[in-house]
């Protein structure tokens, strides 16, 4: 089984890709960016701001699989500077709770939009 999930909860791609993939047994969710999906228009801030607006995105998309954050198995995490890994690490414990996913995590020298940080995340199940 191959289906794709998409909710006008999280913002639209903004590419030529799916929100997200359900497969039998994984949830595959596409890189978000911090985008607020009633304006469409990328989270102004600090990274924390965005920060919170990812992870709202990806648990929007996680519910409209059916899904929640216990699901996720494993996320991977660009950030356009290192230097606010720990406040990055502040919102994603506060958001994902006890047993938190498995998580790379890697600085890169552009997201698009010019964002600083973006999320992929995969769930089981």
Known sequence: MRKVISTD???AAV????QAIKTDHYLFISGQLPI???T??????SILDQTRQVLQNILEILRSAG???SNLV???VYLRNLDEFEAVNEVYAAVLGKNPPARACVEVCRL????LIEIEAIAQI
Do not use: N, W
Not at 15 to 18: A, Q
Not at 40 to 45: K, M, N, S, T, Y
Not at 112 to 115: E, I, L, T
């Open 67 to 69: 899904l929640e954050r």
């Open 74 to 76: 494993k996320t991977t």
């Open 40 to 45: 469409g228009q990328l989270v102004e801030g």
């Open 15 to 18: 590419g030529p890709y799916s």
């Open 112 to 115: 698009p939009k010019d964002a």
């Open 36 to 38: 607020d999906p009633t």
């Open 9 to 11: 909860q999280a913002p």
